[in-house]
């Protein structure tokens, strides 16, 4: 039971970025049939076993933000669709908390961000079989099944530090050899998906990861660094042959785009949120009901807006209470952390991802990874600390019984 139900939480996680994918008749999305199943298999674990993790302060906080939200039902403005939001951040509030109870070791914790890996290759291989076949969006931009391009793009960018993670820290286990050719061509593949996707929010995303990966860069053998450089200068030149022309020219208006303030329509929605939210400024107009209150029927593109005129003043500040925790608590043990939570915050500017399982997850993952990695070396210092002390015992009982001889 153990072992299925780890495997159902890989596969869980191997879903997230292909949601938009794979549908199953009458069932939803392949996240929603594999979410169903691990709580079923977790739910059946905990009857069984009588045992649950306790719970780590940023679940406490994650847990007030989805009640506050949930209960803006008594003062929203358009009730079905804080009722549909209820529902989603009551999944949410039981996955983070499977997530948690689940993945305990660091290894757990590797599996997971593989997992994750995993799935990004299989949604940039819809996207360049939509590419190959010509099946483009506006401006010539490429995603894959039914994603949004921005959603896509950001999706792809957050894979691209966990497979530099994977692959510069576990430099002694050679049984991982084929993984380590995984994350390696991960990291050029994913960025040429990006790319396709024209994304202008996901291009900007790229830029914590490569100053991670060039700052490691400089720890490496003369051999790897000019083995790394080369594929990297093939890859370069190897990028007009395959990206259209077209998607090249919409990238380059990301400057102009910020720079004018509108960044693509997204101005004028947040001034008329900007005018409601005065209406309702401590509670907001309701969880998921923004679009309802504006002319153009749009989210806010931004989460952090989105949270402050949906749930008001006190839902945002429980937000942010929920995202400093786990960048600070994730970002104690490794870089990885702060690099993923840079392309969290970069994507947050732009898309409403406040109700999204990937940002979920992502957090989830954090919290999780600077935990186990937290027990893992107490452990070692401990282990260490009983080494010293026996040899000292074994040491003095020696040199207690020369002196007895002597």
């Known amino acids: ?10 596969l869980f996680i191997f879903s997230v970025p292909i949601e938009q994918i794979i549908f199953l008749p009458g069932l939803g999305t392949i996240t929603r049939v594999m979410g169903l199943l691990l709580f079923l298999a977790w739910a059946a674990n905990l009857i069984l076993k009588k045992q ?14 989805f009640s506050w939200s949930i209960g803006s039902i008594f003062w929203s403005h358009s009730l079905p669709e804080t009722l549909e939001r209820a529902n989603t951040y009551t999944q949410l509030g ?21 997992a994750y ?20 969006g506006k401006f010539g931009r490429f995603a894959a099944g039914n994603f949004d391009d921005n ?13 530099w993670y994977l692959l510069v820290s576990d430099n002694q286990n050679k049984a991982n050899h084929p993984l380590k050719v995984t994350n390696t061509l991960f ?28 700052s490691a860069i400089r720890n490496f053998t003369f051999v790897h660094q000019a083995l790394f450089f080369g594929l990297g200068t ?35 929605i947040w001034k008329e949120g900007l005018f409601n939210y005065s209406q309702e400024p401590l509670f907001g107009v309701g969880s998921g009901a923004f679009k309802t209150t504006v002319e153009a029927d749009h989210v806010a593109h931004n989460t952090f807006l989105s949270s402050l005129f949906e749930v008001g003043f006190i839902g945002l500040l429980l937000l942010l209470t929920v995202f400093l925790i786990a960048i600070i608590c994730s970002a104690r043990f490794s870089r990885l952390w702060i690099v993923v939570f840079s392309i969290l915050f970069i994507g947050a500017m732009s898309l409403s991802w406040e109700h999204r399982k990937p940002t979920w997850v992502i957090m989830s993952l954090g919290i999780i990874h600077s935990q186990n990695r937290d027990y893992f070396e107490q452990s070692n210092t401990r282990q260490r600390s009983m080494s010293s002390q026996n040899y000292q015992y074994l040491s003095r009982s020696s040199s207690e019984l020369n002196n007895f001889y002597d």
Not at 127 to 136: C, D, E, I
Request: hydrophobic residues 55%.
């Open 94 to 114: 039981i996955l983070i908390f499977i997530l948690w109870d689940r993945l305990k070791s660091e290894a757990a914790s590797r599996s997971a961000m593989q």
């Open 234 to 268: 093939i890859c370069i030149f190897a990028l007009p042959f395959i990206i259209p022309a077209e998607t090249f020219s919409r990238l380059s208006t990301a400057g102009d785009s910020i720079s004018s303030g509108d960044m693509n329509g997204r101005g004028e």
């Open 187 to 214: 990291i050029p593949i994913a960025i040429s998906g990006i790319l396709l996707t024209a994304s202008r929010t996901a291009m900007i995303s790229l830029a914590p990861s490569l100053l991670y990966i060039v």
């Open 117 to 136: 890996i995993f799935g990004v290759y299989v949604s940039v291989a819809s996207t360049y079989s939509n590419f190959l076949a010509g099946n483009h």
């Open 52 to 65: 649950i993790r306790w719970p780590h302060p940023f679940h406490i906080a994650a847990c007030l933000f």
């Open 151 to 163: 959603d896509l793009g950001i999706i792809i960018s957050l894979g691209i530090p966990m497979a």
């Open 1 to 10: 039971m153990k072992q299925i139900l780890n495997w159902l939480v890989l």
